[in-house]
């Protein structure tokens, strides 16, 4: 070998030159929220009325949209209806009627901003901001009782980290369950300031293998605050902590971030140099319609991530407007098979801000997994679903039977707050309407179901410790 072929074949894969060299270029992020509503070009064409229902929307739930998104990801020849249209920018069904009305009344008016703020405030908490008990039930709390602020460990193996500088996103979604973190009320945010609580919580709670860090989104923050949490997971002391998982929209909304940014190598670097030390990388990918797949962009991102050792899996919720039919949730789990993603989870939409406009009842999102699944080959059913995340645990609708003359949904929990739950069937009356666990009741005239004492014991103490 010359000496040449031999400094090439050294060279790091993601340093391989790319046939489209050109998306390696720094991209300016270019940013827009509510504020900025009339600044967006493509919006110019649309009735005023339409715009200003966009902009009632935004002074209540979060809005904020990159130029990527805008240009590449949007088809504006098909707006209202176009699917990235729906995820990013607000509708008027995203509010109930008198909620629209209220705040569409004091924008008319031009009441003044203290009146404003409050009608906002008082509409955000009418929106269930803070869904399966979070905030009480998960937080863990250090030996003298003190809660450990941007920590969540609901399920033995995985403890849930929000870095503070990662609790944005580079757009936000419109049906985002954890709204409430970025309408700038610092109540309802559950974020981390350091990174020492975390490490004294790994290393105190050696049964935890998985790490994830969340959100907002962790690709927000630069590389050497990442490098900050993740590369002490190198040391011995944290061997137990197998895999580290960051869940991440960026390969969506700015998958520059892993190309032309400043600290995109950095970023290599840093995700191989936990691959070489013998971590399982994950980047939990949060993907809803497979239009974010197909630009450039975002398949030179996919291929420079994995080509790091780390690993994609996709996951999402499923949602009325956006992706409630089976032909694009099997094209999009075929592509992502194709360029090397894990398809995960397939979620029910929680019971939170915008949950009416977006929700669809389990017996059809049931019936949309089922006849996406049969569309694909094995490969892609590796997405479980459609589970709800729900403060017990997380429950998948396994099917719908007819068992001793009952029709009955089959359900399981994926993961439960107690490990012993997981994986035993249990039995739901058939509802066609129900969307959410609390909606269902057990079947075969049971009148709890089998988890429900424990689980109440479990809330009991926890919600004890939190007052
Ligand atoms: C989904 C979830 C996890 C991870 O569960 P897996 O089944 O291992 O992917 C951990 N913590 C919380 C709170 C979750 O919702
Ligand atoms: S990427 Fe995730 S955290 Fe960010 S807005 Fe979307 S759903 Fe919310």
Redesign the pocket.
């Known amino acids: 070998m010359n000496a040449q072929v031999k400094a090439k074949a050294l060279k790091p894969l993601w340093r391989i030159e790319n046939a489209a060299q050109a998306v390696f270029d720094p991209v300016p992020f270019k940013v827009y929220t509510q504020r900025d509503l009339e600044r967006i070009p493509q919006l110019e064409n649309l009735p005023a009325e339409q715009r200003f229902e966009m902009k009632v929307v935004a002074s209540v739930l979060p809005f904020r949209v990159n130029q990527y998104v805008i240009d590449e990801l949007i088809d504006w020849s098909n707006i209202p209806a176009d699917p990235i249209f729906q995820l990013t920018f607000p509708q008027r069904g995203m509010l109930a009627p008198e909620h629209f009305e209220r705040i569409a009344t004091l924008l008319r008016e031009g009441a003044d901003k203290v009146e404003l703020e409050q009608a906002v405030s008082e509409v955000r908490m009418e929106l269930n901001p803070h869904p399966a008990d979070q905030m009480e039930m998960?937080m863990p709390r250090d030996e003298d009782g003190a809660r450990l602020d941007g920590i969540?460990h609901?399920?033995r193996e995985?403890v849930?980290f929000f870095p503070s500088q990662g609790q944005t996103c580079h757009s936000y979604c419109t049906f985002c369950f954890r709204w409430a973190q970025f309408v700038g009320d610092k109540e309802l945010r559950i974020a981390s300031s350091e990174a020492g609580a975390l490490h004294e919580h790994l290393r105190r709670n050696t049964d935890v293998t998985?790490v994830?860090f969340t959100g907002g989104d962790p690709m927000v923050m630069k590389t050497r605050h990442l490098r900050d949490y993740l590369e002490p997971l190198l040391q011995p002391e944290f061997d137990h902590v197998q895999t580290i998982r960051i869940g991440s929209k960026a390969l969506t909304f700015w998958p520059h971030r892993f190309l032309g940014a400043e600290d995109a190598d950095d970023l290599m670097q840093l995700l191989t140099q936990l691959v070489e030390a013998g971590k399982h990388v994950a980047l939990m990918a949060h993907y809803n319609h497979w239009k974010e797949l197909d630009t450039e962009a975002a398949q030179a991102a996919i291929r420079r991530v994995r080509s790091t050792g780390a690993v994609i899996r996709a996951q999402g919720p499923l949602l009325a407007h956006i992706n409630d039919d089976p032909a694009v949730w099997a094209k999009m789990w075929k592509l992502q098979v194709k360029l090397g993603i894990v398809p995960y989870y397939m979620f029910a939409e929680r019971d939170t801000g915008a949950r009416a406009y977006f929700e669809v009842p389990l017996a059809r999102a049931w019936e949309i997994y089922r006849e996406a699944m049969q569309q694909v080959s094995g490969l892609a059913r590796t997405a479980r679903g459609p589970s709800m995340?729900a403060s017990p645990g997380?429950v998948e609708i396994q099917g719908v039977a007819e068992i001793a003359g009952e029709k009955v949904f089959v359900l399981r929990f994926?993961?439960g707050r107690n490990p012993d739950w997981v994986q035993r069937p249990f039995f739901a009356k058939y509802d066609e309407q129900a969307t959410w666990l609390h909606h269902l009741k057990p079947a075969f005239g049971e009148q709890k179901w089998f988890w429900e004492d424990e689980y109440e014991t479990l809330r009991d103490d926890k919600l004890a410790l939190a007052d």
Request: aromatic content about 8%.
């Open positions: 998960n969540q609901k399920y995985t849930l998985d994830l995340s997380k994926i993961q």
